[in-house]
């Protein structure tokens, strides 16, 4: 079910509402907790019923795991042992559904072999509920969080409906005392509906706009193409893919703040930055702090010398590649950003804070602009088919009718997909921070928030299908 349907908006989402705070009124916070697990399984179901039980496993595992992790916490062996096994477990699972074929397809080709490779299908969201399941067991054995003795708070942690297909991730430690003690007001709940339809608009009015021209020029032969249609088709996914994952992330926050959950930020304006360092301190912050505590920092992190410094640098954006996709694109991704990020350790970076700040952002729009198209395309032949194209090592014209049409076309989309990825609404609340809102808070921000709304209906109603790009991971 996606939160950008009908069925959601007009459906779904008004009977949680109602069940959670009409009919959870007098009987509590257990109630409550029970009401949200329920719509969070069948909001699971709605879309693959079958794989419901995959991540039902996946609950009662690391329910079981982390009672015997804190039961034998005093006994750090046998601790370590469970821990172990949970990490096994939750690995195999997610390895299973989404490697198996990747592995054997590649095992064939290096040796010749033709081992039967059967038709798996990969359970949506599996990447994320199941870092979810290891981060309880591993904050338990930290003891960065209480364990739960009842396993349907487990259970709701993990299948928790707003983020549970696209994330952000929610570490343990962030919410295990909001299961039991959260307190809802009114004041979340409106600013939870506020980030919401913001995120929704962010998909609906933008990622989707921007995301029709990257289609369309990535499923344009080779041959048809031009230097700035290639470019065209790159920055447009490169806009496409913020505004869909950051409008995903600010729904699911705002959700969560409407039943009194809050979750830590996951985008904080990727593109304004001045390094690649930055950037990643900026995009999917969810998964890089959670690859940075659970991976990074138990090698060692930067607290070794420096060989081992980069072999974790490495590691981890290797296994961040994987953790995107079984193919070589993403595992490429993924190094092709570890190598940029210890160049920038090495020297780059204290050089790069010298220059002009312009030349800082352009030199780091470059390389994730690069980085995208490794990203969007299937194989790495036709990434480097399209790179060709992009410098101008083929024999391609500069610009054809098709980049004239879609400059045409879609530029105020494109100059709007821009303007809103730049920090403007923070830096006019703190411009005009002290003065009397009154009048903006009640009377202007309702009206374009509904305004917004609409028009997001109105195109969603006019539109085809057309899901979050992560959930697909």
């Not at 009409?22 to 109630?31: A, E, P, V």
């Not at 054995?141 to 549970?164: D, E």
Request: charged fraction near 15%; aromatic fraction near 20%; charge should be positive.
């Amino acid at each position: 079910m996606l939160f950008s349907s009908v069925v959601f908006l007009f459906l779904f989402l008004p009977a949680v509402i109602f069940c959670y705070y009409i009919l959870g009124k007098k009987l509590g916070r257990k109630f409550k907790n029970i009401v949200l697990l329920i719509f969070s399984l069948f909001f699971y179901a709605y879309g693959e019923p079958k794989y419901l039980f995959v991540m039902l496993f996946s609950i009662i595992v690391n329910y079981i795991l982390g009672l015997f992790v804190d039961k034998y916490r005093k006994d750090n062996t046998k601790a370590k042992l469970i821990l172990a096994l949970a990490v096994i477990i939750n690995i195999s699972i997610i390895g299973y559904y989404k490697y198996s074929n990747f592995l054997l397809e590649n095992i064939n080709a290096v040796f010749k072999t033709s081992i039967i490779i059967k038709d798996i299908v990969m359970p949506i969201g599996i990447s994320f509920f199941t870092f979810q399941g290891l981060s309880y067991v591993i904050d338990i054995y930290r003891q960065n969080g209480k364990v739960q003795k009842n396993p349907l708070n487990v259970a709701l942690y993990i299948s928790f409906f707003p983020q549970l297909i696209a994330g952000p991730i929610v570490r343990y430690e962030t919410v295990s005392e909001q299961i039991d003690e959260r307190k809802e007001t009114l004041d979340d709940f409106n600013y939870g509906v506020e980030r919401f339809i913001l995120g929704l608009a962010k998909k609906v009015l933008i990622a989707n706009t921007v995301g029709l021209i990257a289609d369309e020029i990535f499923n344009t032969p080779i041959s048809s193409s031009s230097v700035i249609l290639a470019w065209l088709g790159v920055i447009s996914y490169t806009m496409q893919i913020y505004f869909d994952f950051s409008g995903y992330s600010d729904m699911a926050i705002g959700l969560g703040r409407m039943f009194g959950f809050k979750f830590l930020e996951n985008f904080n304006y990727p593109y304004i930055s001045s390094s690649v360092t930055e950037f990643w301190r900026r995009w999917h912050i969810s998964l890089g702090t959670w690859f940075r505590d659970y991976v990074y920092i138990p090698l060692g992190g930067n607290r070794v010398n420096r060989l081992k410094h980069f072999r974790n640098i490495f590691i981890v954006w290797f296994l961040t590649g994987l953790w995107h996709g079984a193919s070589w694109n993403f595992i490429i991704w993924g190094l092709y950003y570890g190598c940029i990020l210890i160049i920038e350790k090495l020297f780059l970076g204290k050089y790069l804070k010298k220059t002009w700040k312009p030349i800082q952002h352009i030199y780091t729009m470059f390389l994730v602009v690069i980085g995208w198209l490794f990203f969007r395309v299937e194989t790495l032949r036709q990434a480097f088919e399209y790179l060709k194209i992009m410098f101008g090592f083929t024999d391609h014209v500069l610009i054809n009718s098709q980049a004239v049409y879609y400059l045409k076309e879609y530029k105020y989309a494109l100059m709007i997909s821009i303007i809103v990825s730049l920090p403007i609404y923070p830096l006019l609340k703190r411009r005009f921070k002290g003065s009397d809102h009154s009048i903006i808070n009640n009377y202007l921000k309702p009206v374009v928030l509904i305004g917004v709304f609409a028009l997001s209906i109105m195109y969603l109603i006019n539109s085809t299908f057309n899901p979050f790009i992560y959930f697909r991971f």
